[in-house]
């Protein structure tokens, strides 16, 4: 079962845990200290654990603990990360979803002290940022066009991305309203534009036909990347898999450049970043697909990205969020001259 409440989280749940799955070979947890806050979808507590003498010396001691009502996070770390070799993923030592009370819980390692996520507001450097494109092009190139993607992991992912077009759809009109004068007519002609034209004739085939498609993470800020400490003896991390989804894998690099940068930092680091990131899926083995046709990919991408704001604002998130979103997917959408697509 699920845990519900941090109080559940005692020394003989733990050692039951890292017990059954081979962590804890001997010994027991004696203690253990828990830090809790929450987010927006989830109770999440720092875990500091101490040990019987008898344990070996290298039982996990920080362990970090997340609560919630989903379960897509659990299916990535009981299906999609055990399927790859040495993923840039967290280690996890336990991954539960009840159906019957709607609840999950992961239990996965604490890098607090090894790694560093980028800092607030502030974009990371382009160096960093190399990394983190490697890190996702390692998870792109494993499931490019893999034949589980037509079987039972697509089954497992559903389709995230038709209902959040459909709740933009429904919420559009409204989204127009509030805003009032704030979104300009032509802006709303674009919207109009897009939300006509989606999906696009080639998105829509590929999606259909589980060819040039991948795993994507879904909501690939910079954020969801811990940056090892020490680049020489650590590596990237990526976290927070609960809209992973099987789609094209430039989704991601759009949602994480296109979205989040202002267009200064962006246009000198672009181009360049997702020309690493095409080279990294040939190096990993990828074949068939052109640089040219990833750098459409990306363009196409930076289109779906007028999605997000709307659909943030129809579940309530703040403007802080999907106000800059707003903005800065717009000036990608020029910049990147992504309305010549829907003329296409």
Same mark, same amino acid.
Request: hydrophobic share 40%.
């Given at each position: 079962?699920?845990?519900?409440?941090?109080?559940?989280?005692?020394?003989?749940?733990?050692?039951?845990?890292?017990?059954?799955?081979?962590t804890?070979?001997?010994?027991?947890?004696?203690?253990?200290?828990?830090?809790?806050?929450?987010?927006?979808?989830?109770?999440? #507590? %720092?875990?500091? =654990?101490?040990?019987? @003498?008898? *344990?070996?010396?290298?039982?996990?001691?920080?362990?970090? /603990?997340?609560? &919630?009502?989903?379960?897509?996070?659990?299916?990535?770390?009981?299906?999609?990360?055990?399927?790859?070799?040495?993923?840039?993923?967290?280690?996890?030592?336990?991954?539960?979803?009840?159906?019957?009370? #709607? %609840?999950?819980? =992961?239990?996965?390692? @604490?890098l *607090?002290?090894?790694?560093?996520s980028?800092?607030?507001? /502030?974009?990371? &450097?382009?160096?960093r940022?190399?990394?983190?494109?490697?890190?996702?092009?390692?998870?792109?190139?494993?499931?490019?066009?893999?034949?589980?993607?037509?079987?039972?992991?697509?089954?497992?992912?559903?389709?995230?991305?038709?209902?959040?077009i459909?709740?933009v759809?429904?919420?559009?009109?409204a989204?127009?309203?509030? /805003?009032?004068?704030?979104l300009?007519?032509?802006?709303?002609?674009?919207?109009?534009?897009?939300?006509?034209?989606?999906?696009?004739?080639?998105?829509?085939?590929?999606?259909?036909?589980?060819?040039?498609?991948?795993?994507t993470?879904?909501?690939?800020?910079?954020?969801?990347f811990?940056?090892?400490?020490?680049?020489?003896?650590?590596?990237?991390?990526?976290?927070?898999?609960?809209?992973?989804?099987?789609?094209?894998?430039?989704?991601?690099?759009?949602?994480?450049?296109?979205?989040?940068?202002?267009?200064?930092?962006?246009?000198?680091?672009?181009?360049?970043?997702?020309?690493?990131?095409h080279?990294?899926?040939?190096?990993?083995?990828?074949?068939?697909?052109?640089?040219d046709?990833?750098?459409?990919?990306?363009?196409?991408?930076?289109?779906?990205?007028?999605?997000?704001p709307?659909?943030?604002?129809?579940?309530?998130?703040?403007?802080?969020?999907?106000?800059?979103n707003?903005?800065?997917?717009m000036?990608?959408?020029?910049?990147?001259?992504?309305?010549?697509?829907?003329e296409?």
């Amino acid at each position: 079962m699920a845990l519900t409440d941090l109080e559940q989280v005692t020394p003989a749940w733990l050692t039951e845990v890292l017990t059954s799955n081979g962590t804890l070979e001997r010994g027991a947890v004696v203690d253990v200290e828990k830090q809790g806050s929450s987010t927006n979808t989830a109770a999440v #507590a %720092r875990l500091r =654990l101490d040990y019987s @003498d008898d *344990a070996p010396d290298d039982a996990p001691r920080r362990l970090f /603990l997340k609560l &919630s009502d989903r379960r897509r996070e659990v299916d990535f770390y009981r299906v999609i990360a055990p399927a790859m070799v040495r993923p840039p993923v967290l280690r996890c030592y336990d991954a539960v979803y009840s159906r019957e009370a #709607a %609840r999950s819980h =992961l239990l996965v390692e @604490d890098l *607090a002290e090894t790694h560093l996520s980028a800092e607030e507001s /502030l974009p990371p &450097s382009t160096p960093r940022y190399e990394r983190l494109i490697d890190a996702l092009a390692g998870i792109h190139g494993h499931w490019w066009d893999h034949p589980r993607l037509k079987g039972d992991i697509r089954e497992l992912a559903g389709n995230i991305k038709q209902f959040v077009i459909q709740m933009v759809n429904n919420s559009f009109p409204a989204f127009v309203d509030f /805003l009032g004068d704030r979104l300009s007519p032509e802006r709303r002609a674009i919207y109009e534009r897009v939300l006509a034209a989606w999906p696009l004739p080639d998105v829509g085939e590929r999606l259909a036909s589980g060819r040039g498609v991948t795993i994507t993470h879904g909501d690939a800020h910079p954020w969801n990347f811990l940056s090892p400490r020490d680049p020489a003896s650590d590596s990237v991390k990526i976290i927070d898999w609960a809209m992973w989804q099987v789609g094209i894998g430039t989704d991601d690099l759009a949602y994480m450049i296109a979205m989040h940068d202002f267009p200064d930092y962006r246009a000198r680091m672009e181009r360049q970043l997702v020309r690493r990131y095409h080279d990294q899926l040939l190096a990993r083995g990828v074949a068939g697909y052109a640089w040219d046709r990833c750098w459409l990919d990306y363009r196409t991408s930076a289109i779906s990205n007028l999605f997000w704001p709307v659909f943030h604002w129809s579940v309530k998130g703040a403007p802080a969020l999907w106000w800059p979103n707003l903005e800065r997917a717009m000036i990608a959408f020029h910049d990147l001259r992504c309305e010549d697509l829907l003329e296409a």
